[in-house]
């Protein structure tokens, strides 16, 4: 079965950076992409970008451009997520999900466990 | 403030049937199809509605969606104690040019 298994609870200081991994199985890695979408406690759900981990080719949200980066390790199935420049409005869970295209809709269709980043001085 | 606008809570209960609203623009909506997703308190969202109206497998027909214009709604019949949660819409934007959500509904079932 799909599965998306995210690291561990992070806790930063302003101005630091943090980087979440999201191991893939069950799947073909490559076939599909990998997106970021992160919800701060009590709010809604906010997209930050996909990859496509065949080609490594990115978008992100004009919100993050500059702050963050998405990479992957084909040979373990990996996705990263770094997010720099960190700031208190930051804090957030981070989820990674798999994108999934059929006729012209695009959607995601496994989510990761969710990653709690915080950040605190 | 979210791109797509939905009503902060809804309410019903247990048998009842329920709907959840979506409202959006022709860059959104009005253009690209609609998906749904409920997230259960304290867990991850999952898909519920993908395509406007199609249900992965596993999930109840007492989910179903439509999309009409720039608009788009969830509906919840026979709505269950396990229904309790919060909902969001989501579609592809093609001015932002990426996916786009809205703020969430949560569900109480009384």
């Known amino acids: 079965q799909v599965q998306l298994v995210q690291s561990g609870a992070e806790v930063k200081k302003p101005g630091a950076s943090v980087k979440v991994s999201c191991k893939a199985s069950g799947y073909t890695f490559t076939s599909y992409d990998i997106n970021w979408v992160r919800q701060a406690t009590g709010q809604g759900l906010e997209w930050m970008g996909w990859m496509n981990p065949n080609s490594g080719n990115t978008g992100y949200a004009q919100k993050f451009q500059g702050r963050v980066t998405m990479t992957r390790n084909t040979s373990i199935s990996t996705a990263y997520m770094e997010l720099s420049s960190l700031r208190s409005e930051d804090t957030a869970m981070y989820y990674c999900?798999?994108?999934?295209?059929?006729?012209?809709?695009?959607?995601?269709?496994?989510w990761g466990q969710g990653t709690l980043v915080t950040v605190s001085s | 403030q979210s791109v797509l606008t939905q009503p902060p809570s809804a309410s019903g209960t247990p048998g009842q049937r329920v709907t959840i609203s979506c409202s959006g623009s022709s860059s959104n909506i009005g253009s690209n199809t609609v998906n749904w997703y409920q997230q259960l308190p304290g867990t991850a969202p999952i898909l519920l509605i993908y395509s406007n109206n199609q249900r992965p497998s596993g999930v109840p027909d007492r989910f179903s969606g439509s999309r009409s214009g720039t608009s788009a709604s969830l509906a919840i019949s026979g709505l269950q104690s396990e229904d309790e949660a919060d909902y969001y819409c989501a579609t592809w934007d093609d001015s932002l040019n990426g996916p786009v959500f809205g703020g969430g509904t949560k569900l109480t079932v009384l």
């Open positions: 999900a798999r994108g999934a295209n059929w006729n012209l809709d695009y959607y995601f269709d496994y």
